[in-house]
Protein backbone atom coordinates (compact mmCIF):
# COMPACT_ATOMS: atom_id res chain seq x y z
CA UNK A 1 0.00 0.00 0.00
CA UNK A 2 2.90 2.52 0.76
CA UNK A 3 4.00 1.96 -2.94
CA UNK A 4 0.43 2.62 -4.12
CA UNK A 5 0.01 5.97 -2.60
CA UNK A 6 2.94 7.09 -3.07
CA UNK A 7 2.57 6.55 -6.77
CA UNK A 8 -0.87 8.23 -6.26
CA UNK A 9 1.13 10.79 -5.13
CA UNK A 10 3.09 11.49 -7.69
CA UNK A 11 0.64 11.49 -9.79
CA UNK A 12 -1.42 14.19 -8.41
CA UNK A 13 1.75 16.43 -7.96
CA UNK A 14 1.95 15.90 -12.15
CA UNK A 15 -1.57 16.90 -12.78
CA UNK A 16 -2.22 19.00 -10.62
CA UNK A 17 1.05 21.25 -10.52
CA UNK A 18 1.39 21.03 -6.93
CA UNK A 19 4.36 19.99 -4.30
CA UNK A 20 2.69 18.04 -1.92
CA UNK A 21 4.65 18.79 0.99
CA UNK A 22 3.26 16.59 3.74
CA UNK A 23 1.28 13.72 3.54
CA UNK A 24 -0.01 11.05 6.35
CA UNK A 25 -2.83 8.46 7.46
CA UNK A 26 -5.05 10.39 9.89
CA UNK A 27 -8.47 7.94 10.34
CA UNK A 28 -8.58 4.58 12.37
CA UNK A 29 -5.02 3.00 11.15
CA UNK A 30 -3.13 5.93 12.65
CA UNK A 31 -5.37 5.60 15.73
CA UNK A 32 -4.25 2.24 16.22
CA UNK A 33 -7.50 0.42 15.96
CA UNK A 34 -8.74 -0.54 12.09
CA UNK A 35 -10.83 -3.18 11.61
CA UNK A 36 -9.44 -5.76 8.93
CA UNK A 37 -11.66 -4.19 6.34
CA UNK A 38 -10.73 -0.48 7.32
CA UNK A 39 -10.17 1.69 4.30
CA UNK A 40 -6.99 4.42 3.88
CA UNK A 41 -7.60 7.85 5.03
CA UNK A 42 -4.47 9.46 2.69
CA UNK A 43 -4.28 13.27 3.48
CA UNK A 44 -1.76 15.93 2.44
CA UNK A 45 -0.91 19.48 2.26
CA UNK A 46 0.28 20.82 -0.94
CA UNK A 47 1.28 24.12 -2.28
CA UNK A 48 1.08 25.96 -6.11
CA UNK A 49 3.39 28.29 -8.01
CA UNK A 50 2.73 31.63 -6.11
CA UNK A 51 0.72 32.85 -9.03
CA UNK A 52 -1.96 30.87 -8.48
CA UNK A 53 -2.20 32.81 -5.18
CA UNK A 54 -2.44 36.30 -7.05
CA UNK A 55 -5.01 35.81 -9.49
CA UNK A 56 -9.00 37.06 -9.30
CA UNK A 57 -10.65 34.33 -9.80
CA UNK A 58 -11.70 32.18 -7.20
CA UNK A 59 -9.25 29.02 -7.06
CA UNK A 60 -9.82 26.26 -5.06
CA UNK A 61 -8.48 24.82 -2.24
CA UNK A 62 -8.39 21.28 -1.97
CA UNK A 63 -7.61 18.07 -3.92
CA UNK A 64 -10.33 15.38 -3.55
CA UNK A 65 -8.79 12.65 -5.44
CA UNK A 66 -10.16 9.11 -4.76
CA UNK A 67 -12.94 7.66 -2.91
CA UNK A 68 -13.16 4.00 -3.13
CA UNK A 69 -13.14 1.00 -0.92
CA UNK A 70 -9.67 0.85 -0.27
CA UNK A 71 -8.59 4.38 -0.81
CA UNK A 72 -9.57 8.07 0.38
CA UNK A 73 -7.29 10.27 -0.81
CA UNK A 74 -7.83 14.38 -0.21
CA UNK A 75 -5.51 17.19 0.61
CA UNK A 76 -5.84 20.85 1.71
CA UNK A 77 -3.83 23.90 -0.05
CA UNK A 78 -0.73 25.13 1.89
CA UNK A 79 -3.14 28.63 2.64
CA UNK A 80 -5.90 26.88 4.12
CA UNK A 81 -4.27 24.46 6.00
CA UNK A 82 -2.52 28.30 7.68
CA UNK A 83 -5.65 29.72 8.00
CA UNK A 84 -7.26 26.97 9.94
CA UNK A 85 -4.04 26.85 11.76
CA UNK A 86 -4.45 30.54 12.96
CA UNK A 87 -8.16 29.40 14.82
CA UNK A 88 -5.81 26.71 15.89
CA UNK A 89 -7.88 23.97 13.89
CA UNK A 90 -7.37 20.41 15.70
CA UNK A 91 -7.30 18.78 12.50
CA UNK A 92 -3.61 20.25 11.36
CA UNK A 93 -2.26 18.93 14.89
CA UNK A 94 -3.46 15.47 13.93
CA UNK A 95 -1.79 15.47 10.69
CA UNK A 96 1.14 16.62 11.91
CA UNK A 97 1.49 13.90 14.84
CA UNK A 98 0.33 10.68 12.95
CA UNK A 99 2.34 7.83 13.20
CA UNK A 100 2.09 7.02 9.77
CA UNK A 101 3.67 9.77 7.16
CA UNK A 102 3.78 8.35 3.87
CA UNK A 103 5.60 11.69 2.88
CA UNK A 104 7.25 14.45 4.25
CA UNK A 105 9.84 17.36 3.41
CA UNK A 106 12.10 19.56 4.49
CA UNK A 107 9.50 22.42 4.44
CA UNK A 108 7.26 20.54 6.16
CA UNK A 109 9.32 21.10 9.17
CA UNK A 110 8.83 24.59 9.34
CA UNK A 111 5.14 24.21 8.81
CA UNK A 112 5.57 21.79 12.01
CA UNK A 113 7.27 24.22 13.98
CA UNK A 114 4.61 27.13 13.46
CA UNK A 115 2.46 24.19 14.08
CA UNK A 116 3.09 23.75 17.53
CA UNK A 117 3.51 27.26 18.66
CA UNK A 118 -0.20 27.63 17.75
CA UNK A 119 -2.14 25.00 20.17
CA UNK A 120 -4.89 26.84 21.26
CA UNK A 121 -6.51 24.39 24.48
CA UNK A 122 -9.58 25.79 24.98
CA UNK A 123 -10.17 25.24 20.74
CA UNK A 124 -9.15 21.78 20.92
CA UNK A 125 -11.13 21.08 23.93
CA UNK A 126 -14.29 22.78 22.46
CA UNK A 127 -13.45 20.60 18.92
CA UNK A 128 -12.84 17.07 20.77
CA UNK A 129 -16.34 17.28 22.92
CA UNK A 130 -18.11 18.58 20.32
CA UNK A 131 -17.05 15.33 18.58
CA UNK A 132 -17.54 13.26 20.99
CA UNK A 133 -21.19 13.99 22.45
CA UNK A 134 -22.12 14.62 18.67
CA UNK A 135 -21.34 10.96 18.05
CA UNK A 136 -22.42 9.53 21.35
CA UNK A 137 -25.99 11.10 20.90
CA UNK A 138 -26.29 9.73 16.89
CA UNK A 139 -24.45 6.27 17.31
CA UNK A 140 -24.57 5.18 21.02
CA UNK A 141 -27.13 5.24 23.57
CA UNK A 142 -29.39 2.10 21.89
CA UNK A 143 -29.41 -1.54 22.43
CA UNK A 144 -27.97 -2.64 19.14
CA UNK A 145 -24.75 -0.29 18.46
CA UNK A 146 -21.99 -0.33 15.50
CA UNK A 147 -18.80 -1.09 17.93
CA UNK A 148 -16.65 1.08 16.12
CA UNK A 149 -18.65 3.94 17.19
CA UNK A 150 -17.44 3.66 20.73
CA UNK A 151 -13.44 4.60 19.43
CA UNK A 152 -15.33 7.77 18.06
CA UNK A 153 -16.25 8.61 21.24
CA UNK A 154 -13.70 7.90 23.38
CA UNK A 155 -10.79 9.17 21.63
CA UNK A 156 -12.31 12.39 21.42
CA UNK A 157 -13.08 12.41 25.18
CA UNK A 158 -9.44 10.73 26.08
CA UNK A 159 -8.29 13.55 24.01
CA UNK A 160 -9.76 16.52 26.24
CA UNK A 161 -8.38 14.73 29.18
CA UNK A 162 -5.05 14.85 27.53
CA UNK A 163 -5.31 18.57 27.10
CA UNK A 164 -6.87 19.29 30.24
CA UNK A 165 -3.64 17.43 31.77
CA UNK A 166 -0.48 17.37 29.66
CA UNK A 167 -1.82 21.35 27.49
CA UNK A 168 -0.49 19.72 24.53
CA UNK A 169 -1.83 18.57 21.38
CA UNK A 170 -3.40 14.97 21.67
CA UNK A 171 -1.42 11.95 20.39
CA UNK A 172 -2.80 10.14 17.44
CA UNK A 173 -2.60 6.52 19.06
CA UNK A 174 -5.20 5.71 20.64
CA UNK A 175 -3.28 3.47 23.21
CA UNK A 176 -1.30 6.00 24.01
CA UNK A 177 -4.47 7.87 25.45
CA UNK A 178 -6.20 4.81 27.22
CA UNK A 179 -2.87 4.21 28.87
CA UNK A 180 -2.65 7.83 30.10
CA UNK A 181 -6.33 8.89 30.76
CA UNK A 182 -8.45 5.81 30.82
CA UNK A 183 -9.78 5.18 34.27
CA UNK A 184 -8.36 1.55 35.42
CA UNK A 185 -11.96 0.60 36.17
CA UNK A 186 -12.99 0.93 32.63
CA UNK A 187 -10.25 -0.29 31.30
CA UNK A 188 -10.98 -4.06 30.83
CA UNK A 189 -14.53 -3.27 28.95
CA UNK A 190 -12.51 -1.02 26.58
CA UNK A 191 -9.91 -3.55 26.14
CA UNK A 192 -12.09 -6.27 25.01
CA UNK A 193 -14.38 -3.86 22.77
CA UNK A 194 -10.88 -2.61 21.11
CA UNK A 195 -10.08 -6.56 20.46
CA UNK A 196 -13.71 -7.46 18.84
CA UNK A 197 -13.26 -3.99 16.88
CA UNK A 198 -9.79 -4.93 15.20
CA UNK A 199 -11.11 -8.64 14.68
CA UNK A 200 -14.83 -7.73 13.01
CA UNK A 201 -15.87 -5.95 10.15
CA UNK A 202 -16.48 -1.91 9.87
CA UNK A 203 -19.76 -2.76 10.10
CA UNK A 204 -19.99 -4.95 13.29
CA UNK A 205 -22.21 -4.19 16.00
CA UNK A 206 -23.89 -5.81 18.56
CA UNK A 207 -25.39 -5.23 22.42
CA UNK A 208 -24.34 -2.09 23.93
CA UNK A 209 -21.54 -2.14 26.79
CA UNK A 210 -23.87 0.02 29.66
CA UNK A 211 -20.79 0.52 31.80
CA UNK A 212 -18.89 2.21 28.72
CA UNK A 213 -22.32 4.47 28.06
CA UNK A 214 -22.31 5.70 31.98
CA UNK A 215 -18.48 6.13 31.87
CA UNK A 216 -18.67 8.16 28.46
CA UNK A 217 -22.02 10.29 29.99
CA UNK A 218 -20.20 11.32 33.22
CA UNK A 219 -16.89 12.03 31.72
CA UNK A 220 -18.35 14.42 29.14
CA UNK A 221 -20.15 16.00 31.59
CA UNK A 222 -17.14 16.52 33.71
CA UNK A 223 -14.94 17.29 30.68
CA UNK A 224 -17.26 20.24 29.68
CA UNK A 225 -17.34 21.32 33.54
CA UNK A 226 -13.81 22.09 33.18
CA UNK A 227 -13.85 23.60 29.74
CA UNK A 228 -16.22 25.77 31.20
CA UNK A 229 -13.58 27.30 34.10
CA UNK A 230 -10.37 27.94 31.77
CA UNK A 231 -9.55 31.36 30.90
CA UNK A 232 -9.74 32.50 27.19
CA UNK A 233 -6.48 32.74 25.52
CA UNK A 234 -5.14 35.43 23.28
CA UNK A 235 -5.34 35.23 19.66
CA UNK A 236 -2.15 34.64 17.74
CA UNK A 237 -1.40 37.49 15.01
CA UNK A 238 -0.90 36.73 11.54
CA UNK A 239 2.74 37.75 11.23
CA UNK A 240 5.09 34.83 11.33
CA UNK A 241 2.07 33.00 9.24
CA UNK A 242 2.19 35.43 6.28
CA UNK A 243 5.57 34.91 6.40
CA UNK A 244 6.09 31.69 6.43
CA UNK A 245 3.36 31.21 3.76
CA UNK A 246 5.30 33.61 1.60
CA UNK A 247 8.88 31.93 1.91
CA UNK A 248 7.17 28.67 1.16
CA UNK A 249 5.24 29.50 -2.75
Known amino acids: MLKTVKEKLKEIEERENVRILHCVESGSRAWGFASPDSDYDVRFIYARPKEYYLRLDKTKDV ?45 WKEVSRA ?59 FKTLMDKYLDECIKPDVELLLKMKMTMPEIGEGKCFRRIDEYLLGEMDRVEKAISELPESEPHGWEALNALFLKLI
Open 115 to 173: IESHFVKKSGLYHYLSTAKSNYHVHLGKEIVRYKKYFYVLRPLLACKWILGEGTPPPML
Open 63 to 107: IEWQLDDTLDINGWDLQKALRLLHKSNPTLFEWNNSPIIYKTTDE
